[in-house]
């Protein structure tokens, strides 16, 4: 019965109805709020005065984050704009899904459908609220694309990238993974190359590049897991160390001396933690580790560390784990069951944290600082799990396939 596909199809539409009603009918729509707040206002903004963020001004997302925000804006005459959204998003993973379900009768794919399933249940209406969201269809067909058509697969991964940045993880860990490695790099260059001259000779590069400076230079989020000893400092009342609401970018942060020299050690402790995960990685290509299984742990490993080393930290960072993850089931890969465990279990204690206790959890109370340490000790000790898979995985020679 778990095998079959209408049965499959009825549990997508009632997991994707149920999160979203579940948002909606929170107070405020809490979990929609960037749709309300960020999204509907750029979209009027580009409407009334043609300013598309990363084209003609600068934006905080890559510069195609804004098409599926005119996809809900061309609806949104019908529905309004959340629920126009809410298509769009739905529509998205549904796409995701049936290239993930494939045709045939994979044992592994249905595991793996399964899996994104109860992932979103888990994880609640935020996985439909964010722009997130949308980036996680297209890394998943990209990922499943990667050994027939690594050029094409390379190609969709820098689309995702270049709507929101997470998906440069998937197509790192497949250019250290796979033998396909330089038609993967060049699908990618393709489309980057194509909108860095799209944007050179409309006039709109520095606008194009403007996001790399706006994630660099922001401080440090209240969510996010390296903000936590400042958070509980701020709990205590230590004094210098406060909770803030920045109106510039909408999103509440820590601030205080600690909290910036944190945020600016925080960027390049991130990429010389990539690049030791990517070492790994390598070291266990080099021993003929098989690529569906070391493929998906370096994938996954990599997100982990852009969630846990990352300064800004939304909850809906979870939501990048579904791609990895999803991809090792898909594959078969040895062991990886677990890690399907591991994202379920990190899902439910962002839901807990945002939107349950959120209020708790700006309130400084101790309910939603606990709930906020257990989330970010979880996604630590999964990390620590994907690491420890790694380098065992280059301390043994396995034969190649």
Known sequence: MFRRRWVLWIAFVCVHVGIAGFGLIHPGAWPFSDVIY???PWMSELFRDGAWQGLSVDGVYPVLAPVPMVLAAVLAPVSGYLLAWLFVSMAANAIGFAVLLGRGDDVGRFRASWFWLIFLTLLGPVSLGRIDGITVPVAIVGGLLLGARPALAGAILAVGAWIKIWPVAIAAAAFVALRGR???????????????????VSGSLTHTLSFVAGQTGRGLQFEAPVALPLVWAAAVGTPGVEVAFDDGISTYQIEGAAADLVSAWMTPVLILALAFVLVLG??????????SDLFPVLALALVLV??????????????????????????????????AVFGWV????????????????????????????????????????????????????????
Do not use: E
Not at 182 to 197: C, E, H, K, Q, S
Not at 282 to 291: D, E, Q
């Open 38 to 40: 960020a999204y509907k």
């Open 182 to 200: 330089w038609r993967i790099a060049a699908g990618a260059a393709g489309v980057t190359l194509g909108i860095l001259i799209v944007a050179a």
């Open 282 to 291: 390598a070291r266990a290509k080099r021993v003929h580790a098989l690529w």
């Open 306 to 339: 852009l969630i846990v080393f990352n300064k800004v930290g939304s909850p809906q960072f979870t939501l990048w784990l579904i791609a990895p993850i999803a991809l090792g089931l898909a594959l078969s890969a040895r062991g990886f069951r677990r890690f």
């Open 346 to 401: 990190a899902a439910f204690l962002t839901l807990i944290v945002y939107p349950l206790v959120y209020d708790s959890l700006l309130a400084l109370d101790t309910v939603g600082l606990v709930a906020q340490t257990l989330r970010v000790l979880w996604l630590c000790a999964c990390l620590v799990v994907a690491g420890v898979v790694l380098w065992r995985m280059g301390t043994r020679t396995v034969v190649t396939v």
